[in-house]
């Protein structure tokens, strides 16, 4: 799988829809097993904006994600060992174990790195789209964030820096409904989020977040304009994350969201959609969704079996990349 799918065809999007979610079941189910000691934010029900988006970016562009960065990673064409030594605390790991599934970096691919801390990553993102420019080269940089960093001021600090120096930034809102345990009622005002860009006479686009085909069209049009010189641009696409904010599991028990709101994004999952439509084609059948799942799994349980067996960091090595 290469990284740059702008050209990417329906089957290329939802074979890499389907690899995540099934790295991230496998993270799911196996995290129970109490060897993987960091916590893990799965992207479950969230696949096809990851997708979408780095579908047009090139292995030259910069990537910045959040704590939810698996998705990103792995659409990137981020090392699956590395992720998986990384969270499993390895030496083998994208951060040598340091870091954890929160902290996944992939200088080859492009993923520049991801942070946990809200809206940290967006400046950071800036920052790369301004190396880029004084570079002259014709790359972008693209900032993946939720809609609880909209909240935080360095958003629009970023926003106005971006737009006042035309830098070529993406800045890509996953709005997935909740911030933790919060929705979007009880932390915001009502209005179209694409009204953030207007105050800073940026370009802005929504489109379907559970539509991978609709997700790749939108960024194409935003990464075009970045290579052009023609500015940084905010795309908005709603999803919904299925699982509980930071674990493996399930919390539609505990209040905050229904069930029935729940069932109703899982109707619209990504993956789904994506297989409904390539079986409509006549472009997809049960031979080839055989061979492409039992291919995808022997990749995971080759990466598991890797990250599991090897080495921890030596304890020599406890004070590097330490700065006080």
Known sequence: MTTSRAGADLPD????????????????????????RCPVHLSIGQEAVAVGVCAGMRPDDQLVSTHRCHAHYLAKNGD????LAEI??????????????????????????SLPIVASSIPIAVGAALAIR???????????????????????????FAALMRLPVLF?????????????????????????????????EAADGNDVEAVREAARRAIARARAGDGPTLLVFDTYRWRE?????????????????????KERCPVEQAHRRLVAAGRHDEAAEAAMTAAIQAEI????????????????TARSHVYG
């Open 245 to 265: 904010h930071c674990g493996p599991n399930y919390d539609n028990d505990i209040g905050y969201r229904t069930e029935a709101e729940f069932l109703d994004w």
């Open 172 to 204: 890509i809102l996953e709005n997935n409904l909740y911030s933790c345990y919060t929705g979007l009622k009880d932390r915001q005002p009502r209005r179209p989020f694409v009204d953030l860009a207007r105050g800073y006479g940026m370009p802005a």
């Open 134 to 160: 004084q570079e002259g080269r014709d790359a972008v940089a693209a900032t993946f964030m939720g809609d609880g960093s909209i909240e935080e001021g360095v958003f629009h600090e970023s926003m106005n």
């Open 88 to 113: 499993y605390g390895k030496a083998a790991g994208c951060c040598g174990g340091r870091g954890g599934s929160m902290h996944l970096t992939d200088s080859t691919a492009g993923v520049l790195l």
């Open 80 to 83: 699956l060992k590395a992720m």
């Open 13 to 36: 999007l939802y074979r890499a829809m389907r690899r995540i979610r099934m790295i991230e079941e496998a993270v799911a189910v196996r995290y129970a097993e109490q060897e993987m």
């Open 301 to 316: 349980n080759e990466a598991f079996a890797f990250a599991k067996t090897a080495p921890f960091p030596s304890p020599e």
